[in-house]
C-alpha cells in the first residue's frame, strides 16, 4: 500500500452554491496539541501562508488542501510520526473553515545511535552523549540533523581538523515503532598545532598578537583553542576584525599551521562634548584613548 494510499481525504463535496463567490477562510489542526509542531505545520502549508488571499471557488481550495496534505506528511515525518494518517473537510459559514484532521500514531523512538568510518570501523572517540540525543526519546529529524554537527565539532576538539560526514542514515521500524541512526564519519588525520601565521599588521608588531595564542607548536589540536584566541584579541581593543582559521593543509611535519588574520583598530580616538553650566557659560569636556599595546 503506497502512503498516498494511507491518506482518508474527507473533502466534502459541498455544492459550490453553498459559498460565497469569493472564498474567505480559516484554518485549524485537529489531532494535534504540540504549539512547536502546529507552528511546523503552518508554516508549510500553503492553506494556511495564503489564507489572506480568497480564492474564487471552493473546487479551487480543496486543490490547495490536497496539495497540503503531502506537507503535513512530511512535517509529522520530521517529528518522529511515521504512521500519521491526515484528512481534511470544508464547513461552509461567513468564512469557510478548513480542518485538517491528523491522526499521529504512535511515536517512533529511537533506538540506537552508530557512528562509523566509511570502511565500517566504529570512532572510538566519539559518545552517544556527543550527539545531544536522547534514546527513547521521539526520533525528530532536526534534533537528527543537529547531531551531525555536534559529532563535527567533537572531532575537530580532539585533534581532527577536516572531519565530515559521509552519508546520515535513518531507518524507521514500522513493525516496532523504533528509529534507527548511522553516521559515516571520514574523521581524516590526527594532527598537531604547527606554525602560527600572523597577517593583517600595519604598526602592531607581531610578538604582541602571539602573545594572547593559548596553544604551542606541536600541542594536540583543538578548535575550541581557536575561538578563544580569537576572543582574547579582541578584548584588547586593538583590533576591528579577528579571523583565526586553521590552514587547509598540514604542513611537511604533518603539523597544522593556523593562520590569524587582523584588521587593526584606529590606535586613538578623540571625544569631544559641550556642556552649559550657569556660572560658568559653557564648559568643554575632552578625553584621550590610546590603545596600542607593545610586546613586552
Known sequence: MTQTSRYLLFALTVPSTVFSETLSYKVQFDGIKEKTVIKNLESVCDTVQKRNFALPSVNLLRRRCQRDLAQIEKVMRAEGFYASETA???A??????????IKPGLPFLLSRVR????????????????????????GRAEEILNAEEFLLNRLRERQYPFPEIVEAKVTADHDTHSIFVDY??????KTKFGE????????IDSYTVLRYVPWY??????????EKCRQQLLATGLFATVSVRPEPEMDIQGQLPVRISLKERKHRTVRTGVSYKTDEKFGGK????????NAG
Open 217 to 226: 607548536q606541536t600541542q594536540p589540536y583543538d578548535i575550541r583553542l581557536l
Open 115 to 138: 557512528w562509523m568510518t566509511p570502511e565500517g570501523d566504529a570512532i572510538e572517540s566519539l559518545s552517544i552523549a556527543d550527539t545531544r540525543l536522547v534514546l527513547g526519546l521521539r
Open 92 to 101: 461552509p459559514g461567513k468564512k469557510v473553515m478548513v480542518t485538517f484532521r
Open 286 to 293: 575632552i578625553s584621550w584613548e590610546h590603545r596600542k599595546q
Open 184 to 189: 559515516v564519519i571520514r574523521t581524516g588525520p
Open 196 to 203: 602560527s601565521i600572523v597577517d593583517g599588521l600595519t604598526t
Open 88 to 90: 481534511f473537510d470544508l
